[in-house]
């Protein structure tokens, strides 16, 4: 047997920081984690019908928009804030902690504007940021991808539109597992102290979108050969009203009415 097998490995690697692909990971995994819960999301809490969700979230989102009114936002705050209550409390902290960093980071955008003297419009934009992405959030929180689909077609929304979305969501999805992979063996290849680690970046991204070239063309040929020609249909087409749907279409007109009431004041 040779004689440096018989020797004993005293080998210490240094140390290094990896706090890059760390957060990577921890990134990519927080991203897919959404995507999960809200694809296997069960409608068990609003079972309302995502197309009466979808256009009345759009026109909440209108008229908050167009409104001037501050009394006005300020009611619908209250009624997100009120419809908020009823999710669970893991839902809560996670479209609260949105809404309040996006709204605080529009505060601080708006501060030179607040030493100006425009202190009004500061505070009015802020809060129709909060009450914008607390809408969006409720409504991704509460519905899934299949039904808003469903529903964007049921809206006569063009099926183009559609299928970039729906491919979107699917890529995002797909990719980030692929990419989540790369960087675990990054991770575990990565013995001792590597100065050229960041480097390794744009090996990644390379690779990335070499297999983000091989998935669309496999995508392409799979939907040619299933006759795919880029319309969609609903499969169950009956629309079921129930008294939740009813009680939902009566407080948004009581909302357009407000809103037409606050602005002709």
């Given amino acids: 047997m040779p004689e440096w097998l018989l020797k004993e490995e005293n080998y210490n690697s240094k140390s290094d920081k990896d706090t890059f692909i760390s957060k990577s ?3 990519l995994l927080g991203v897919l984690s959404r995507i999960r819960t809200q694809s ?13 969700k979808v256009t009345f979230t759009f026109i909440l989102i209108l008229l908050i928009s167009i409104t001037k009114s501050f009394m006005f936002t300020i009611v619908i705050n209250v009624y997100l804030l009120a419809i908020l ?10 479209i609260l902690k949105i809404s309040l960093i996006m ?3 529009t505060f601080v955008i708006l501060i030179p504007a607040t030493f100006w003297g425009n202190g009004f419009s500061s505070v009015m934009i802020t809060s129709k940021v909060f009450a914008t ?3 969006v959030n409720m409504f991704s929180h ?12 049921r809206l006569f929304i063009p099926d183009i539109f559609i299928f970039v979305m729906d491919i979107t969501i699917k890529y995002i999805f797909m990719l980030g597992e692929f990419s ?3 960087l675990y063996s990054l991770k575990l290849r990565s013995v001792g102290k590597n100065k050229r680690k960041y480097t390794s970046l744009s090996g990644i991204a390379g690779t990335m979108f070499i297999k983000s070239k091989e998935m669309a063309e496999d995508m392409y040929s799979a939907m040619e050969c299933r006759g795919f020609t880029g319309e969609y249909h609903i499969v169950n087409n009956k629309f079921k009203f129930t008294f939740l749907d009813f009680l939902y279409i009566i407080i948004n007109i009581g909302i357009i009415f407000i809103f037409i009431y606050i602005e002709r004041a």
């Fill in 180 to 182: 989540l992979n790369m």
């Fill in 103 to 105: 709204s605080a980071f």
């Fill in 25 to 27: 990971i921890l990134t």
């Fill in 85 to 94: 209550s009823m999710m669970t409390g893991e839902e809560i902290i996670k």
């Fill in 142 to 153: 509460s519905t899934r991808w299949n039904s808003i689909t469903s529903a964007l077609k």
């Fill in 40 to 52: 296997n999301y069960k409608e068990s809490r609003f079972k309302i019908n995502s197309s009466l």
């Fill in 133 to 135: 992405v607390t809408a």
